[in-house]
């Protein structure tokens, strides 16, 4: 069963409007979300994070909310630019679990039109 | 200036021929990770180096195995590939081990098996 789940597949938005990419967990040990991002043929890159501690990350165009009572974070970028489309993977880290292990979401494709 | 380095990038083996996949980093970073990436699913760790200290994920098959002979490389070994272990496998390295450790990945081998 998935403890990450990311139900949009995929996303379009208009050049300059906001994304907002969604996900939800289920294990309440997480402790620690991150969002990467993919682009085709290279490996996912690191975007931003958040502690279980805050509600909310910002860093530049990238801002990450946490809602610990529903278990849901989202990933707002504002404004997007075509150079965001991508994929995007939410992932969260177990306080009790094993050493570094990262649990993913299976990702949202963004795309951003001109 | 690449990072992480995985080689091949596509691994085309035989069912039940053993195949290694490579992955090197210039990080001089302590933990190193395999993921395996099935289509259209979340990455899914299936073990670790902490240093020289292995950490096996319960539900990895024990088809897999992983050899890390210094700090620059790590191998993983598949060592009879079935039909069901195509997909991408990544590398990540991290400095070390910590909840709040970002993992840097490497582009992905994709791993056909006839």
């Known amino acids: 069963d998935q403890q990450v789940k990311q139900n949009s597949p995929s996303l379009s938005v208009q050049e300059g409007r906001i994304s907002i990419l969604n996900c939800d967990y289920t294990?309440?040990?997480?402790?620690?979300f991150l969002w990467y991002k993919k682009y085709p043929a290279e490996g996912p890159t690191f975007l931003i994070s958040?502690?279980?501690?805050?509600d909310k990350n910002e860093d530049g165009r990238f801002t990450v909310f946490l809602n610990k009572s529903a278990k849901h974070l989202s990933l707002h970028i504002v404004p997007s630019q075509p150079g965001d489309s991508a994929v995007y993977f939410c992932a969260a880290r177990d306080r009790g679990g094993s050493q570094g292990n990262l649990i993913f979401g299976k990702g949202t494709k963004l795309s951003v039109k001109p | 200036d690449a990072m992480v380095i995985q080689n091949p990038r596509y691994q085309v083996t035989q069912f039940g021929k053993p195949v290694t996949l490579s992955c090197s980093q210039t990080?001089?970073?302590?933990?190193m990770y395999w993921y395996q990436q099935k289509s259209s699913q979340a990455p899914k760790l299936l073990f670790h180096?902490?240093?020289?200290?292995?950490?096996n994920e319960a539900d990895t098959p024990d088809n897999f195995q992983s050899r890390r002979p210094n700090t620059s490389f790590c191998f993983l070994d598949i060592r009879s590939p079935g039909l069901g272990d195509a997909a991408m496998y990544l590398c990540?390295?991290?400095?070390?081990?910590?909840?709040?450790?970002?993992?840097?990945f490497g582009p992905g081998t994709r791993l056909l098996v006839l």
């Open positions: 958040i502690s279980s501690i805050k």
């Open positions: 990540a390295t991290s400095r070390d081990a910590g909840l709040i450790e970002t993992q840097y």
């Open positions: 180096y902490y240093d020289k200290d292995f950490n």
């Open positions: 990080l001089n970073h302590n933990v």
């Open positions: 294990n309440s040990m997480f402790d620690y």
